[in-house]
C-alpha cells in the first residue's frame, strides 16, 4: 500500500507565498512522475506542475514563472514553491505520484488566497 502525506497549504494574502509538500511511502519501488493539481469550487481539476524522475518539468500557463516544482527522489518527496499567490489560486491542491504502473493521489491541502 502506498500513502501520500501532504502538507503545507493554509490561508495567505495576495502576493504571498506557501510552500507544498508530499511525501510517498509504503510500498512503492520506482516512480516516474510527481506532480501537483488543483481543483477550485465548480472547477475541473486541472495540473499545476509536473516532475519526472529525471528532472524534466512541466507547468500551467497560470502559474509559470511564480510555481516551481522539486523533488527528492531520495526521500520520494515533492514539492511545490508557491510565490506571488493571487486569488485565483485559491483551491484545494493534490499531490499525485506515478509510480509501481499506478497513479496514486493525496487526500488534498487547501490553499486559499484572500485579496
Known amino acids: 500500500q502506498v500513502q501520500l502525506v501532504e502538507s503545507g497549504g493554509g490561508l495567505v494574502q495576495a502576493g504571498g507565498s506557501l510552500r507544498l509538500s508530499c511525501a510517498a511511502s509504503?510500498?512503492?519501488?520506482?516512480?516516474?512522475?510527481m506532480g501537483w493539481y488543483r481543483q477550485a469550487p465548480g472547477k475541473e481539476r486541472e495540473l499545476v506542475a509536473r516532475?519526472?524522475?529525471?528532472?524534466?518539468?512541466n507547468y500551467a500557463d497560470s502559474v509559470k514563472g511564480r510555481f516551481t516544482i522539486s523533488r527528492d527522489n531520495a526521500k520520494n518527496t515533492v514539492y511545490l514553491q508557491m510565490n506571488s499567490l493571487e486569488p485565483e489560486d485559491t483551491a484545494v491542491y493534490y499531490c499525485?505520484?506515478?509510480?509501481?504502473?499506478?497513479?496514486?493521489w493525496g487526500q488534498g491541502t487547501q490553499v486559499t488566497i484572500s485579496s
Open positions: 499525485n505520484v506515478l509510480g509501481n504502473l499506478k497513479i496514486y
Open positions: 516532475i519526472t524522475s529525471g528532472g524534466s518539468t
Open positions: 509504503g510500498s512503492i519501488f520506482s516512480i516516474n512522475a
